[in-house]
């Protein structure tokens, strides 16, 4: 098989299953005969109709409001955020209406609400948005965020079979700048399990979505200089993946946290507080972080580019650590 | 008002609003006793809209509660215990204690959606379960109500928007009971009837007397069936009075006392009574049975829920998520699922756009009945359009407010100057450069 984008990746989960289970729906803005905003949907509304497939009018709120409705007579609705920074516009429908449901009277949302995150794309501050903390601070939501095309679709499969409604983030960065070969025929990735990208005894570097290349890269650098860094692809943030992180930290005694979104209430603070909790006797070291500065994304690309982590900021922090 | 129900439907109009009414009484006494836990909403007065409203829908449809429709829960199978429970946090209670008053529901059998506090979020939602009711074959219409102030909410433009647009099986209520907290209806939007919103959704609306319980039974049924019949969503409007203040704590003084006096004189279950008797549809005894039927009732599902525990306290760590195989979710087909499979299903990706062109024409055609007054709109004149010579005058020792557009160099908000030694004169823009 030719290798793919992620892209294709989650354009072919959202196809599989919908072939595979007539219960799973489609809604979104211009998600039918346009295809979606970045064609994730493109032939969709061909192959499964406008019962299937809803180009709903902007109304985000409406929709993810419909999509909740719907699941509750046991359709799996896949919606799509044109730009998951519009999620802000159904911000009560989603944390209030959909992750509590379960839990004050037990019925279950299984929906998805996917959509392009992050910046990189010069998108300004309205079209790279990274709000999964939002929603990884809402008990009843799971929150996914892969990096790769293979991750990408067998994580969105597990997230339309998952019985609790899925926050899916696909950064746009990603998109088509990534290409690899799938596995033949029907696979899952489960929701909840990191990846350990690069083996290391030196120390962690924990990442997810775009900011894994980066990483991967200033992994690659450090070995030059003979520092082994562990790198560990979250995947999914809400379940959190204790074990695998724990056990990580407990090898190497330094963990450094690479994330894309801001600083303050970011996951990296999160995970500092899960590792003191389960691993501060292993450590060997302040636990580090990189990630993007406490402003909105700013536009221009001078201003965009000094915002973002890079891989010579992650290089840099991964230094001062191991020297402890 | 000639209703198409039977003698015994009639009689079961009454008991159930006499029931919402004796059930919320006892709730008020609870309330005093402090065996009521959170808030306690009233709808005195408005039983005939909750109890008239879900008699119109048939088993297999679906209803949302808010906070002032209980009738409508008692309607549609729920016991008075589940009310009872439900505001004195007991571990008995549909939610087993985790939320409280009218927020319970049941998927599988009563087709009832549990709302949430914030208004106007059940009209997209039940869209949706009218949306997924239509594409299993289901045959179903879905119900909720609004407050005039719920009506405010986006939620509840961008419900109707998308159930209009899908031409849903919505019927939504709008109890119109004048007051939205504290907050007159006349001073939350400018217009008489609200159900004139639906016009610009593009969807039908009635007009109901809220408390004429058979005249809103009648007009809801006919709603249902409209949108049972695939013509759109329909708006109900029924006007009526909240007879309480928002909840318990507030005494609604803020209510001009005579309002309260006319309203009184048209409270539902009155005004029922007395079409019951002069329709000899009933007699003392049998009122006094229905009635003794209610205290019997109440007495017993009342002690049930004060007899009951509350909930221990590791039941809050439960049930955030569905796993373990706690609902095995299962759609219930009433179509064959081929048609809705490929290739059955597949369509020409394309927009159909007929009348090209007519935005244009209708453009034109609006400006000529603008200019005869034949849509109702007065021809521009000429000497509004004139801007007077003077504005304003700038009042004595206080700076005008500077609009932006006074100054056409206006000077930026310094907003960040970037790095010392790097910040740079905007000679050109004149004034707004850094300096």
């Known amino acids: 098989m030719a290798p793919v984008t992620m892209l294709e990746g989650i354009r072919q989960a959202i196809f599989e299953e919908m072939d595979r289970d007539p219960a799973v729906v489609a809604l979104g803005e211009d998600i039918g005969v346009y295809g979606g905003a970045f064609k994730v949907t493109e032939g969709l509304l061909a192959r499964f109709g406008p019962e299937r497939v809803i180009d709903a009018p902007i109304a985000e709120t409406g929709i993810v409001g419909a999509a909740c409705g719907m699941s509750y007579l046991g359709l799996r609705p896949v919606v799509e955020m044109q730009f998951i920074d519009f999620i802000a516009c159904c911000f009560n429908q989603v944390t209030n209406f959909v992750a509590k449901s379960h839990y004050r009277w037990g019925a279950p949302v299984p929906m998805v609400l996917r959509g ?30 892969p990096s790769t095309a293979h991750d990408a679709k067998g994580l969105l499969k597990s997230a339309i079979r998952d019985n609790n409604p899925v926050l899916f983030f696909e950064h746009k960065y990603l998109y088509r700048r990534i290409k690899e070969e799938l596995p033949e025929g029907d696979y899952t990735v489960p929701l909840g399990k990191a990846a350990v990208r690069r083996e290391g005894r030196d120390l962690t570097i924990l990442s997810y979505a775009a900011m894994m290349y980066p990483a991967l890269e200033a992994a690659e650098q450090l070995a030059g200089e003979g520092i082994e860094a562990e790198v560990i692809d979250l995947r999914t943030l809400l379940p959190l993946d204790r074990e695998t992180i724990l056990a990580s930290v407990k090898k190497t005694s330094k963990l450094l946290i690479v994330h894309e979104d801001t600083r303050t209430g970011g996951i990296a603070g999160e995970i500092a507080a899960l590792v003191c909790e389960g691993a501060f006797e292993d450590l060997d070291g302040p636990i580090a972080r990189v990630t993007a500065l406490d402003t909105p994304t700013p536009y221009s690309p001078p201003l965009e580019e000094h915002f973002l982590p890079n891989t010579a900021k992650i290089v840099a922090a991964a230094r001062e650590l191991a020297g402890y | 008002m000639s209703p198409n129900l039977t003698r015994q439907q009639q009689l079961d109009l009454y008991y159930f609003m006499q029931l919402n009414r004796q059930l919320e009484d006892r709730m008020v006494r609870l309330f005093r006793q402090n065996k009521i836990v959170g808030g306690l909403y009233s709808s005195l007065g408005q039983e005939a809209i909750s109890v008239g409203t879900a008699f119109a829908l ?11 429709n209980i009738g409508a829960l008692l309607v549609k199978g729920f016991k008075p215990r589940d009310i009872f429970t439900q505001h004195m946090a007991k571990y008995t209670s549909p939610t087993l204690g985790k939320d409280g008053t009218s927020h ?10 549990s709302p949430i506090s914030m208004l106007g979020d059940l009209i997209p939602v039940m869209t949706g379960v009218a949306m997924a009711g239509r594409y299993l074959g289901q045959k179903i219409v879905t119900l909720t109500w609004i407050g005039d102030g ?34 007159p209806v006349s001073r939350q939007a400018p217009v008489k009837d609200l159900s004139d919103r639906a016009r610009g959704y ?58 309260f006096e006319y309203w009184k004189t048209r ?38 829920a004060e007899d009951s525990p509350l909930p221990p306290a590791e039941l809050a760590e439960q049930g955030v998520y569905c796993q373990d195989g706690c609902h095995n979710i299962e759609a219930e087909w009433q179509r064959p699922k081929k048609e809705v499979t490929p290739p059955n299903c597949s369509v020409e990706a394309v927009w159909k756009v007929e009348g090209i062109g007519s935005a244009a024409n209708s453009v034109a055609a609006s400006t000529r009945a603008a200019g005869s007054g034949g849509n109702g709109a007065q021809p521009v004149r000429k000497s509004i359009a004139k801007p007077p010579a003077k504005v304003a005058t700038k009042p004595a020792g206080k700076p005008a407010v500077k609009s932006p557009a006074d100054d056409s160099a206006t000077a930026r908000v310094p907003f960040g100057r970037g790095p010392k030694g790097k910040s740079f004169d905007r000679g050109a823009h004149g004034k707004q450069g850094r300096r």
């Not at chain 1, 992050?118 to 008990?139: C, Q, W």
């Open chain 2, 267 to 304: 409270d539902p279950i009155l005004l029922y009574e007395k079409y019951l008797t002069e329709n000899k549809i009933w007699d003392a005894k049998t009122k006094s049975e229905i009635d003794a039927r209610i205290e019997r009732e109440l007495d017993e599902e009342q002690k049930f």
């Open chain 1, 116 to 145: 392009p995150s992050g910046g990189g794309v010069h998108g300004g501050p309205f079209h790279s948005a990274n709000p999964e903390m939002y929603f990884v601070h809402t008990p009843g939501l799971k929150v996914v965020y």
């Open chain 2, 58 to 68: 048939e088993k297999r449809d679906w209803l949302a509660p808010m906070i002032r």
């Open chain 2, 150 to 183: 719920g009506s405010s909410t986006g939620a509840f433009h961008e419900g109707l928007i998308f159930a209009a647009q899908q031409r849903a099986a919505l019927v939504l209520v709008l109890e119109n009971n004048q007051w939205a907290y504290s907050t």
């Open chain 2, 104 to 113: 319970f529901g049941d998927l599988k059998n009563r087709h009832t959606i």
């Open chain 2, 202 to 259: 593009g969807i039908e609306s009635r007009i109901v007397d809220g408390n004429d319980v058979l005249a809103v039974y009648a007009t809801t049924k006919d709603a249902v069936e409209t949108a049972r019949a695939g013509r759109g969503p329909v708006l109900i409007e029924a006007k009526t009075m909240r007879m309480k203040g928002h909840a318990q704590h507030d005494p609604a003084e803020y209510v001009p006392k005579e309002m």
